[in-house]
Protein backbone atom coordinates (compact mmCIF):
# COMPACT_ATOMS: atom_id res chain seq x y z
CA UNK A 1 0.00 0.00 0.00
CA UNK A 2 1.44 3.51 -1.37
CA UNK A 3 2.23 5.90 1.76
CA UNK A 4 2.55 9.32 0.88
CA UNK A 5 4.91 12.05 3.12
CA UNK A 6 4.77 15.85 2.55
CA UNK A 7 7.79 18.14 3.69
CA UNK A 8 8.85 21.71 3.21
CA UNK A 9 5.92 23.52 5.15
CA UNK A 10 7.07 26.26 6.92
CA UNK A 11 6.70 30.13 8.23
CA UNK A 12 7.42 32.49 5.68
CA UNK A 13 7.05 35.82 5.04
CA UNK A 14 4.16 37.61 2.65
CA UNK A 15 5.79 37.56 -1.05
CA UNK A 16 7.94 34.58 -0.05
CA UNK A 17 8.76 31.59 -1.70
CA UNK A 18 8.21 27.67 -0.33
CA UNK A 19 8.99 24.57 -1.84
CA UNK A 20 6.77 21.15 -0.86
CA UNK A 21 7.87 17.95 -1.45
CA UNK A 22 5.64 14.71 -1.29
CA UNK A 23 7.59 11.28 -1.46
CA UNK A 24 5.84 8.26 -1.94
CA UNK A 25 6.83 4.54 -1.23
CA UNK A 26 5.67 1.12 -0.64
CA UNK A 27 3.32 1.45 -4.35
CA UNK A 28 2.81 2.22 -7.43
CA UNK A 29 3.61 6.26 -8.40
CA UNK A 30 4.42 6.67 -11.70
CA UNK A 31 1.21 5.89 -13.66
CA UNK A 32 -0.88 8.60 -10.83
CA UNK A 33 -1.95 11.39 -11.38
CA UNK A 34 -1.43 13.42 -8.42
CA UNK A 35 -2.17 16.59 -6.80
CA UNK A 36 -2.32 18.42 -3.97
CA UNK A 37 -5.19 19.82 -1.74
CA UNK A 38 -4.98 22.28 1.28
CA UNK A 39 -7.24 22.95 4.02
CA UNK A 40 -7.47 26.32 5.74
CA UNK A 41 -8.20 26.72 9.58
CA UNK A 42 -12.22 26.42 9.64
CA UNK A 43 -12.85 25.97 6.31
CA UNK A 44 -13.34 22.94 3.80
CA UNK A 45 -10.42 21.14 2.06
CA UNK A 46 -9.76 22.69 -0.89
CA UNK A 47 -8.15 21.78 -4.47
CA UNK A 48 -4.65 23.61 -5.41
CA UNK A 49 -3.28 21.69 -8.53
CA UNK A 50 -3.20 18.16 -9.84
CA UNK A 51 -0.75 17.07 -12.47
CA UNK A 52 -1.10 13.72 -14.61
CA UNK A 53 0.82 10.55 -14.65
CA UNK A 54 3.66 11.82 -17.42
CA UNK A 55 4.08 15.20 -16.04
CA UNK A 56 3.43 16.51 -19.09
CA UNK A 57 -0.44 17.87 -17.49
CA UNK A 58 -1.09 20.05 -15.15
CA UNK A 59 -4.75 21.85 -13.76
CA UNK A 60 -4.40 24.97 -10.98
CA UNK A 61 -7.17 26.15 -9.04
CA UNK A 62 -7.78 29.82 -10.15
CA UNK A 63 -6.58 31.50 -6.55
CA UNK A 64 -2.86 30.04 -7.42
CA UNK A 65 -2.74 29.49 -10.83
CA UNK A 66 0.10 31.80 -12.42
CA UNK A 67 1.75 31.80 -8.30
CA UNK A 68 2.33 27.73 -8.05
CA UNK A 69 4.02 25.17 -10.44
CA UNK A 70 3.38 21.40 -9.27
CA UNK A 71 5.86 18.75 -11.25
CA UNK A 72 7.07 15.47 -10.88
CA UNK A 73 9.98 13.23 -10.66
CA UNK A 74 8.36 9.50 -11.41
CA UNK A 75 12.74 8.05 -11.14
CA UNK A 76 12.22 9.55 -7.56
CA UNK A 77 9.09 8.48 -6.96
CA UNK A 78 8.34 12.35 -5.89
CA UNK A 79 5.93 15.42 -6.76
CA UNK A 80 6.81 18.88 -6.27
CA UNK A 81 5.04 22.30 -6.06
CA UNK A 82 6.45 25.82 -5.65
CA UNK A 83 5.14 28.40 -4.02
CA UNK A 84 5.89 31.94 -5.00
CA UNK A 85 4.50 34.89 -4.07
CA UNK A 86 2.95 33.37 -1.43
CA UNK A 87 0.22 35.49 0.47
CA UNK A 88 -1.61 35.24 3.86
CA UNK A 89 -4.50 33.64 2.56
CA UNK A 90 -2.18 30.38 1.51
CA UNK A 91 -1.66 30.15 4.89
CA UNK A 92 -3.18 26.13 5.51
CA UNK A 93 -2.25 22.45 5.97
CA UNK A 94 -1.11 21.01 2.90
CA UNK A 95 -1.75 17.32 1.45
CA UNK A 96 -0.67 15.47 -1.46
CA UNK A 97 -3.38 12.86 -2.60
CA UNK A 98 -3.10 10.16 -4.76
CA UNK A 99 -6.06 9.10 -7.61
CA UNK A 100 -7.83 6.06 -7.03
CA UNK A 101 -6.72 4.52 -10.88
CA UNK A 102 -4.07 5.22 -12.67
CA UNK A 103 -3.87 7.31 -15.95
CA UNK A 104 -7.06 9.35 -14.57
CA UNK A 105 -7.34 13.01 -16.24
CA UNK A 106 -6.11 16.43 -13.80
CA UNK A 107 -9.49 17.99 -13.37
CA UNK A 108 -11.06 15.11 -11.24
CA UNK A 109 -12.94 16.06 -7.53
CA UNK A 110 -11.08 14.63 -4.11
CA UNK A 111 -13.65 11.80 -3.78
CA UNK A 112 -11.27 10.11 -6.62
CA UNK A 113 -8.65 10.02 -4.77
CA UNK A 114 -8.11 7.53 -2.06
CA UNK A 115 -4.44 7.84 -0.60
CA UNK A 116 -3.49 10.70 1.40
CA UNK A 117 -0.36 12.33 3.11
CA UNK A 118 -0.43 13.71 6.87
CA UNK A 119 -0.32 17.37 5.43
CA UNK A 120 2.36 19.71 6.28
CA UNK A 121 2.04 23.19 7.41
CA UNK A 122 2.43 26.44 5.85
CA UNK A 123 2.32 30.23 7.15
CA UNK A 124 2.66 33.18 5.73
CA UNK A 125 2.77 35.52 7.95
CA UNK A 126 5.34 38.81 8.39
Known amino acids: QVQLVESGGELVQPGGSLRLSCAAS????????MAWFRQAPGKERAFVAAINWSGREAYYGSSVEGRFTISRDNAKSTMYLQMNSLEPMDTAVYYC???????????????????WGQGTQVTVSS
Open 97 to 115: ARQTRPFGGTRLGPNQYDT
Open 26 to 33: GGTFSTYT
